[in-house]
């Protein structure tokens, strides 16, 4: 890190998270804590529950993402964490859950009989279609408020996101 503060830059490492439980299939390779130590920022991806191949539900659900800030959290300073958050959501369909936009979410909505629904536990928005072909999951800017009330709460440096262009375009009004 000192070569990069050198010339004015930072060091910001992703992980994938740890669940409560400690390490996982998918987090064994992070040394959360040895990284932590060594870079200006720890990115905790806490995203992608629910990927494109398994089965439907949230990218992030809430209370999915508490979890793993509590199984990821120990060791970290908080102020030099950062909670990585979806600004995508993904439509199953034949099995397969294809990432969209908030605006291709809400274009879900054009099919006859379609509806948006809401899963509590996840504190997502979903989207059923009439004949049960597609499910979509996805976040608006009130899911995402709540988000980054998780990173007010835990005293998180604040967020990343990944693949800005995606998301609800009221989320930046919750920036002031």
């Not at 995203?47 to 979890?67: S, T």
Request: hydrophobic share 40%; aromatic share 10%; proline share 6%.
């Amino acid at each position: 890190g000192l070569e990069l503060h050198a010339h004015g830059a930072q060091l910001t490492v992703d992980v994938v998270p740890h669940t409560p439980a400690g390490v996982n299939q998918y987090s064994a390779a992070y040394d959360v804590a040895a990284l932590g130590a060594a870079a200006d920022y720890i990115d905790v991806m806490a995203y992608d529950e629910h990927g494109e191949g398994g089965n439907p539900g949230p990218v992030a659900g809430l209370d999915w993402v508490k979890a793993e800030l509590a199984g990821t959290l120990p060791g970290l300073a908080p102020s030099h964490t950062l909670l990585g958050i979806p600004l995508y959501g993904r439509t199953w369909t034949n099995g397969s859950g294809a990432s969209a936009s908030y605006a291709e979410a809400l274009n879900e909505l054009s099919s006859p009989g379609a509806r948006v629904d809401y899963d509590f536990s996840a504190q997502t928005p979903v989207i059923d279609s009439a004949d049960g072909s597609s499910i979509t999951y996805f976040d608006d800017a009130a899911s995402l408020s709540l988000k980054l009330g998780l990173a007010h709460q835990d005293g998180l440096a604040g967020v990343a996101a990944w693949r800005l262009g995606f998301e609800d375009p009221n989320f930046w009004s919750l920036f002031g």
